[in-house]
Structures are given as C-alpha cells and as structure tokens.
C-alpha cells in the first residue's frame, strides 16, 4: 500500500478525503449476502482475507499520516478521548509490544524496532519519529505506553480486563466513534456498553460474543466487521460531538448524495494479551462514499439490496432514517437484480467508471 | 438476561452468606431487608437535619445528609475486610452515589444490594460538557453546564453514577418531525 507522507487531507470541514483506485479495492465491503442482519460472523484473523485491508495485524494505508494528524487534533481538543485505569499498565506495555513488533515486521518500510534485552529503540518514518526506551519503564518515553503507540495508529482502541467471567472497559483511547463514548462506557461490562444496541440482545448475540472472547487465546486473534453510514468524510462522529456534526444527517439531496454519504466500516480485531490476560479491541475505521462505492459493481447492487430491505430498528438505530431512501433511490437504477456471488471480494480486478467525477 | 446497564435493582434480601451486614437508606421510611432477626444489620439512615449526631453507641446510626453518609460509609468500607455485606434502599441518585463508593472501595457484584429506587428522579451527565445534572424526572433536560436540551438516553454509567444526555440539532429535530409527518 502506498501511503502518502504529508496529511493533505481534511476530515472536518471543509471535507477533503480522496481514494485511489488501490483503496478502492482493499475496502472491506461488509456485505457478503443481499441482506443484513447481526450475527457474530467472528473468523480468525489470519493474514489472509478477501480483500487487502484485511490481511495485516494492523492495517495501515494511504490515509495513515491523516488520519493519526486529525487523532492528534481530537485528543488535544478533548483529552478525555483517552482514558486508562491504573490497573492495566501491563496491558498497556502489552499493547506497545504487539503493535511495535507486528507493524515493524510487516511494515519494515515505515517502521522499525530493534531490541536488546529491555532496551527498545523504534521508528516510526512514517510520523518521523525516533525513540529509545526501556520496555516495562513508562519513564523512558514521553507520553503514557498505551497513549504514545496509540497515537501512531490509525482507528480505535479499547483495553479490557478479564474477571468475574466477564469483560470490562477499563482503558481506551477512542476518536473516530460511531456515536459512542469512552469517558460514558469505562468501566463497565461486557453486556452494559452493549446495552443501547436493539435485537442483538434478545438474539443471544452478545451472551455468545462474550462465552467465545472469555476463550481467546494468545497469538490466535480473531476478526469481524461491523458497518454504519456517515455523511461526510468525519472520523469524529462522537455523540460528545453530536451537536457539531448531527445535523448533517438532515443535509443529504438526491444530488449530493454519492459525495456525501459514506459507507462507515469498522474492521474490528480482539487480540489476547500475554501479561495482563487482557483483550485488545481495535476498530480500524474505513469510509468510503457512494460514489467509489459504485465503482465496484458488485458493491453499488449489493448495497442498494441492504439498505431497501434494512430492518426499521436498525436503520433507527444506526441513524439512517433522514436518508437511507435517498441512497436506495439513487442505487436503484444501477441494480439489474443479478445474482451476486456470496462473501465481500469485489467481482473485478480495477474500479470502473460509473458515474462523472465529482465537480 | 441483562440488557440494560442499569443498576441491578432487586428487593433486599439479608444475605446469609455475609459475616457482617450494613443497611443504608436516604430516609427512615425505607424498609428494612427480608430476613431481618436471624441477622440483625447495621442501619444508617438520612434525616436531614443539622443537629442529628451520628452516634453509634445504639442501634441506628443518624446522618444528615446523604453527602454525609457516602463520606462516612468509604471510610468505613476502606477499613472493612472480607464478610461485609451492604444494602442500599432510596431514590436513585442516592443508589447510583453508594453504587460508587462501593465501586471504588472495591466490593464485588454480590457484597451489594440495591432496593429498587423509590423516586424516578435520574441524574443525567451532559456527554458535551460533562455537567452532571441532578433530579431530572422527565425524558428531557436543559443542561445546567451548556444549555443544550438533552434527551436522556437509557444508558447508565455505574462510574459516572448518571444516565447520558444527548443534544439533538433543531435542523435535525425538525427534519425528523417533517418526515414523522410525510410517513
């Protein structure tokens, strides 16, 4: 992947966030059947998948520079976007080793870690930066282990200490949300921060969910993906923020609506973490507009087939209620009803040329 | 099943497996727990009045307020060790305040008890401002920190000891409303 090493982008107004045809191709399109509905479709995360973002530890692409500059920006305007409790300082050198050992192995372009005994010395040339420190002393660097990894990464981040048989948020460091809240959620359980979600619970999802991340093991991290729809190139859909961007749900038209509505995915990873026992929870945000959406012919039918025969309580829930016929509107007319092949790969090698470029 | 993160409210029940029991409620007129006889617990109780004196040398022990008696019980639960068992009965900002001085003081989910609030008033965190907002009865609340009108979500913070509160734009409330109207 190649990634650009200035952050010309904007996630907030005014909105500047373009896709090359190659990130077009890796997106991890959530849809593998003609209908949605939750289920747990947990599979191991192994470094292979049906499309490219899936295929490493921590994905990394052409918007990492962006994307940790707009992280850096919420955290200085809100610090609250980062919270870990004082029991999980084990977990957080756990996090600093899984993410600086996996990125620098599979990205040894852009990242580097050289260790000798306790003393680590990384590079991040990405992001420029150089640090020497002592692994397991929090002194040695400048900011809290978890704080300063997590700050090199793009998506989310939430720590979990494991007792009681249950899961518990117990640290994060969270600013690119689909409308929910580290500083609201810390400390609860794994059935409590899942609460405002409808149906899953009466489906027995989440007492599932739960049973199989109570079992994960270490060095067998597993995989899902999770999706929501957003207007406009915004990380920071945060209900701390709600009063800022929720108005843009009322701004969608039949004429802006391949440029201002965005696919929102989140590839969701939970690792088990040697020392602390802990889980790692990492929600990789990916958003993709209609318009590159339609590009990919597979994608632009399945997705109008969803969203048409979306259940009214999730559509609620997800906030897609001011908008979602619009988008099915617009779609319509690109879906001959086909049969699609199950699963996410797109059907072709290259995006084509569907609709005229964006004025 | 537990689907909300509501606290778990249930009618107190004196726990046989406890060594020591402590009742606290926010008024007298809040019962006492079933099994009362075969244990008898300590019991402390609001009553709102400045020259109350927090004797202990007899049975009922009187507070004056119950910021007086959360401060008075995390003493006592940082010196308490295995066997206590604790109960709380009141309105629900008095149980979400207890639920987080037992939190903090590190008592598991079964050494607590909580009577199903007697008061409907729910304390509401701003999650713009983080102003905690108390007594609130209805579904909607101006915020005192920002002047936001929140509407009260049915997520509880333990932590936080409040439901959250979220502003909705007027753009959005009335594009809803036109849509609500078109069907």
Same mark, same amino acid.
């Given at each position: 992947?190649?990634?650009?090493?200035?952050?010309?982008?904007?996630?907030? #107004? #005014?909105?500047?966030?373009?896709?090359?045809? /190659?990130t077009i191709m890796r997106f991890p399109f959530p849809f593998p059947e003609d209908i949605y509905m939750y289920s747990m479709n947990v599979e191991p995360h192994i470094r292979s998948g049906p499309v490219a973002a899936m295929r490493n530890t921590f994905d990394i692409d052409e918007h990492y520079v962006a994307e940790c500059a707009e992280k850096a920006r919420i955290l200085q305007e809100d610090p609250k976007r980062c919270i870990v409790l004082p029991h999980m300082r084990e977990a957080e050198w756990d996090f600093v080793e899984l993410a600086m050992t996996t990125l620098s192995d599979q990205y040894p372009q852009h990242f580097s870690l050289r260790r000798e005994g306790l003393?680590?010395?990384?590079?991040?040339?990405? @992001?420029?930066?150089?640090?020497?420190? !002592?692994?397991?002393?929090?002194?040695?660097?400048?900011?809290?282990?978890?704080?300063?990894?997590?700050?090199?990464?793009?998506?989310?981040?939430?720590?979990?200490?494991?007792?009681?048989?249950?899961?518990?948020?117990?640290?994060?460091? !969270?600013?690119?949300?689909?409308? +929910?809240?580290?500083?609201?959620?810390?400390?609860?359980?794994?059935?409590? +921060?899942?609460?405002?979600?409808?149906?899953?619970?009466?489906?027995?999802?989440?007492?599932?969910?739960?049973?199989?991340?109570?079992?994960?093991?270490?060095?067998?991290? !597993?995989?899902?993906?999770? +999706?929501?729809?957003?207007?406009?190139?915004?990380?920071?859909?945060?209900?701390?923020?709600?009063?800022?961007?929720?108005?843009?749900?009322?701004?969608?038209?039949?004429?802006?609506?391949?440029?201002?509505?965005?696919?929102?995915? /989140?590839?969701?990873?939970?690792?088990?973490?040697?020392?602390?026992?802990?889980? @790692?929870?990492?929600?990789?945000?990916?958003?993709?507009?209609?318009?590159?959406?339609?590009?990919?012919?597979? +994608?632009?039918?399945?997705?109008?087939?969803? @969203?048409?025969?979306?259940?009214?309580?999730?559509?609620?829930?997800?906030?897609?209620?001011?908008?979602?016929?619009? !988008?099915?509107?617009?779609?319509?007319?690109?879906?001959?009803?086909?049969?699609?092949?199950?699963?996410?790969? #797109?059907?072709? /090698?290259? #995006?084509?040329?569907?609709?005229?470029?964006?004025? | 099943m537990i689907v909300s993160s509501q606290l778990p409210f249930a009618p107190l029940v004196l726990d046989a497996s406890g060594v020591r029991h402590l009742y606290v409620r926010d008024e007298a007129a809040c019962p006492l727990p079933e099994g009362c006889g075969a244990a008898t617990p300590e019991v402390w109780t609001v009553v709102s009045d400045a020259t109350a004196m927090a004797d202990t040398g007899e049975g009922e022990v009187l507070l004056r307020s119950a910021t007086a008696l959360l401060e008075r019980l995390a003493g006592r639960l940082a010196r308490e060790r295995v066997g206590l068992r604790l109960y709380a009965a009141g309105g629900a900002s008095f149980l979400a305040r207890v639920a987080i001085v037992a939190d903090a003081a590190g008592l598991g989910t079964g050494e607590v008890q909580f009577a199903p609030p007697r008061d409907v008033a729910r304390r509401v965190v701003c999650v713009h401002c983080d102003t905690l907002n108390e007594g609130v009865a209805a579904d909607t609340v101006r915020c005192l920190g920002c002047g936001t009108t929140l509407f009260v979500r049915e997520h509880y913070s333990r932590g936080l000891g409040a439901y959250m509160g979220v502003g909705e734009p007027e753009i959005l409330l009335q594009a809803m409303e036109a849509a609500a109207r078109h069907g």
């Open positions: 992947m190649t990634v650009q090493t200035s952050a010309r982008e904007s996630y907030r #107004p #005014p909105y500047q966030v373009t896709n090359s045809a /190659e003393d680590w010395h990384w590079v991040n040339r990405l @992001l420029g930066y150089e640090q020497s420190f !002592v692994f397991g002393d929090a002194g040695t660097l400048p900011l809290p282990p978890f704080e300063y990894m997590a700050r090199q990464m793009q998506g989310d981040f939430t720590l979990h200490d494991q007792r009681e048989d249950d899961l518990w948020m117990d640290g994060g460091m !969270v600013t690119a949300q689909a409308d +929910w809240s580290l500083k609201f959620d810390l400390g609860m359980s794994f059935r409590q +921060w899942h609460a405002p979600v409808p149906k899953a619970a009466e489906m027995g999802v989440f007492d599932r969910g739960l049973r199989f991340l109570l079992m994960l093991q270490h060095e067998k991290p !597993v995989r899902r993906l999770n +999706w929501t729809m957003t207007i406009n190139p915004r990380l920071d859909t945060s209900p701390e923020n709600f009063m800022v961007w929720g108005a843009d749900r009322a701004s969608v038209t039949p004429e802006n609506v391949a440029d201002k509505v965005h696919l929102r995915v /989140e590839l969701q990873t939970l690792y088990r973490l040697p020392r602390s026992n802990a889980i @790692l929870f990492s929600i990789r945000c990916y958003l993709m507009p209609v318009r590159d959406i339609m590009r990919v012919g597979k +994608w632009r039918k399945r997705l109008h087939r969803v @969203l048409r025969d979306l259940d009214p309580a999730l559509s609620s829930y997800k906030g897609l209620d001011l908008y979602r016929q619009t !988008v099915v509107d617009f779609l319509a007319p690109y879906d001959d009803g086909a049969p699609l092949s199950n699963g996410i790969q #797109p059907d072709a /090698e290259q #995006p084509e040329n569907v609709l005229a470029p964006a004025a | -």
